[in-house]
T-cell receptor
Framework: GQQVMQIPQYQHVQEGEDFTTYCNSSTTLSNIQWYKQRPGGHPVFLIQ?????EVKKQKRLTFQFGEAKKNSSLHITATQTTDVGTYFCAVFFSGTYKYIFGTGTRLKVLA | DVKVTQSSRYLVKRTGEKVFLECVQDMDHENMFWYRQDPGLGLRLIYFSYDVKMKEKGDIPEGYSVSREKKERFSLILESASTNQTSMYLC???????????FGQGTRLTVV
């Protein structure tokens, strides 16, 4: 089936360091969403990107959609312990009508 | 606020049992989804529904079935539970297929 590859699978950073997770698709995407799942919780929507090359910011989080609309990234500046969790990208494939999640990047922040 | 409620937070079932996982949403969403979450594999789509009585297979439908008799309720059925179906099951709903999905709190199912 259609896949959305997400890297890295895990990342441990010292508090204050930056963090980036990447999401890649082999097909052109209409849009992409990002979610955060806290430990023991459920995924919660963060943002949606629609336009080629789009960049959106939420405080220390920067989201980017690639020019070819095949990849996306989430960058966190100066991580804090509250950033701990798993970050997922999610994509709707119009051909199969499926809403697919990436494999996720699990972030651990060391104080 | 949208609320998606799953009937159980934890379940323990025996191999071979028929298991029902229930999900209810209160925002009149057209679309509902069932995913399972396993370490290192992310969220994998089992089944989804875009309308009452409509259902579509996701990426891993084997061993599962679903029912959507009412718009607000989407049930996942394990016809004969097996140990490899031990997992976290997450239900979600959305207004449109390419928009924000709202998740339930999850059901951690253990099959022994």
């Amino acid at each position: 089936g259609q896949q959305v590859m997400q890297i890295p699978q895990y990342q441990h950073v010292q508090e204050g360091e930056d963090f980036t997770t990447y999401c890649n698709s082999s097909t052109t995407l209409s849009n992409i969403q990002w979610y955060k799942q806290r430990p023991g919780g459920h995924p919660v929507f963060l943002i949606q990107l629609v336009k080629s090359g789009e960049v959106k910011k939420q405080k220390r989080l920067t989201f980017q959609f690639g020019e070819a609309k095949k990849n996306s990234s989430l960058h966190i500046t100066a991580t804090q312990t509250t950033d701990v969790g798993t970050y997922f990208c999610a994509v709707f494939f119009s051909g199969t009508y499926k809403y697919i999640f990436g494999t996720g990047t699990r972030l651990k922040v060391l104080a | 606020d949208v609320k998606v409620t799953q009937s159980s937070r934890y379940l323990v079932k025996r191999t071979g049992e028929k298991v029902f996982l229930e999900c209810v949403q209160d925002m009149d969403h057209e679309n509902m989804f069932w995913y399972r979450q396993d370490p290192g594999l992310g969220l994998r789509l089992i089944y989804f529904s875009y309308d009452v009585k409509m259902k579509e297979k996701g990426d891993i439908p084997e061993g599962y079935s679903v029912s959507r008799e009412k718009k607000e309720r989407f049930s996942l059925i394990l016809e004969s539970a097996s140990t490899n179906q031990t997992s976290m099951y997450l239900c979600a709903s959305s207004l449109q297929m390419n928009t924000e999905a709202f998740f339930g709190q999850g059901t951690r199912l253990t099959v022994v």
